[in-house]
């Protein structure tokens, strides 16, 4: 599990820019989840969708032939 520190103010296109920096991977590469909910619009912010510390944001890895699941980002360090 990997830990990327975020606030709660921040967008899912900046969590993305984070995912790719730590991950190089992509953002159009990026399937980013938080439960059931695919967090798409890059605008969006992470408490929109209810992210907080101690949030786990599932990924998975398209554009690839085998797709690879992470559970990470526990916290995202929001509000720390």
């Given at each position: 599990?990997?830990?990327?520190?975020?606030?709660?103010?921040?967008?899912?296109?900046?969590?993305?820019?984070k995912?790719e920096?730590?991950?190089?991977?992509?953002?159009?590469?990026?399937?980013?989840?938080?439960?059931?909910?695919?967090?798409?619009?890059?605008?969006?912010?992470?408490?929109?969708?209810?992210?907080?510390?101690?949030?786990?944001?599932?990924?998975?890895?398209?554009?690839?032939?085998?797709?690879?699941?992470?559970?990470?980002?526990?916290?995202?360090?929001l509000?720390?």
């Amino acid at each position: 599990m990997r830990n990327i520190e975020m606030e709660p103010q921040d967008t899912i296109g900046s969590l993305r820019t984070k995912v790719e920096e730590e991950f190089g991977l992509m953002p159009s590469d990026q399937d980013l989840r938080f439960g059931d909910v695919v967090l798409s619009n890059p605008l969006s912010t992470l408490e929109s969708f209810g992210i907080n510390e101690g949030s786990v944001i599932d990924f998975l890895q398209t554009g690839v032939k085998k797709t690879k699941k992470e559970k990470g980002f526990e916290g995202t360090g929001l509000l720390s």
